[in-house]
Structure formats: structure tokens, C-alpha cells
């Protein structure tokens, strides 16, 4: 847990500053609207990033195509880096004002970090940024 945490931390600081970067959703970040609150309670702020991608859903896809370490998966939450696009995946039936209306926006994209090496997970998330 403590790595998982640890490079989950590395990567929200890193995609929070990262220009094709709209929102990240992390509970270890100052802008996250309850990161007090989990600061008091937590030692560690889990794996698991949610983000938004400018460019909505082609960049989503563009974006988890390019990953060579991570697994495209609808189920998260193993030791190994994995990532979902729940608007098209685990949500895909779902009504769009029905995502809307519970903040499941297009261009959300949730991921699950592993405890890969952290130099390896930066690496691969940034070239696939950059694609």
C-alpha cells in the first residue's frame, strides 16, 4: 500500500501541472475540495486517480492506446497499473444525462496505480501524453 500510494501521489502532482490535463481527483492534492478531511484520517491516499483529459473521449482513447505499461482493464485495483474509461466502458448503457448528472463526464478517466517502478510509470505516462 505504501508504494501504491506513494507513486499514485507522484503521478496526481505530475498530471495536476500537465497542460492536456483538465481536473485530476486525487485526495492527496490541495485542490481536492475534501483533502483536510483526508489528511486528518489518512496516512497514505490510496492508488486510485480519477482524471480529466482536454479533448474529451479522442483523447481519452489516444491516451490509453499509447500506455505500453498499463492495462486496460474495468476492473481496478491489483499491483499492476491499470486504467478505465467507465463512459465507455463499465458505464457504456448508462443514459448520458444519467452520467452527467452523477459527474461521470466523458472525459473521465480512472487509474489505478500500481507499484511499478516510478521512473517507469512517469515515463510511460508522459510519452502517452504526449501522442
Known amino acids: 500500500m505504501q508504494r501504491h500510494c506513494e507513486n499514485a501521489q507522484a503521478i496526481a502532482q505530475f498530471l495536476e ?29 490510496s492508488g486510485m486517480i480519477s482524471m480529466e483529459l482536454k479533448g474529451g473521449i479522442p483523447a481519452g482513447i489516444s491516451f490509453m492506446n499509447s500506455l505500453k505499461l498499463c492495462s486496460l482493464a474495468e476492473s481496478l485495483g491489483a499491483v499492476e497499473t491499470m486504467i478505465t474509461h467507465p463512459a465507455t466502458m463499465t458505464h457504456a448503457d448508462v443514459p448520458m444525462d444519467v452520467k452527467r448528472s452523477i459527474n461521470l463526464v466523458p472525459e473521465l478517466i480512472r487509474l489505478s496505480v500500481g507499484i511499478e517502478h516510478i521512473d517507469d510509470l512517469m515515463a510511460d505516462i508522459e510519452q502517452a501524453l504526449g501522442n
Open 17 to 45: 501541472d500537465h497542460p492536456q490535463v483538465e481536473k485530476v481527483t486525487y485526495p492527496g492534492l490541495p485542490s481536492h475540495p475534501q483533502y483536510d478531511i483526508a489528511k486528518e484520517q489518512m496516512e497514505g491516499y
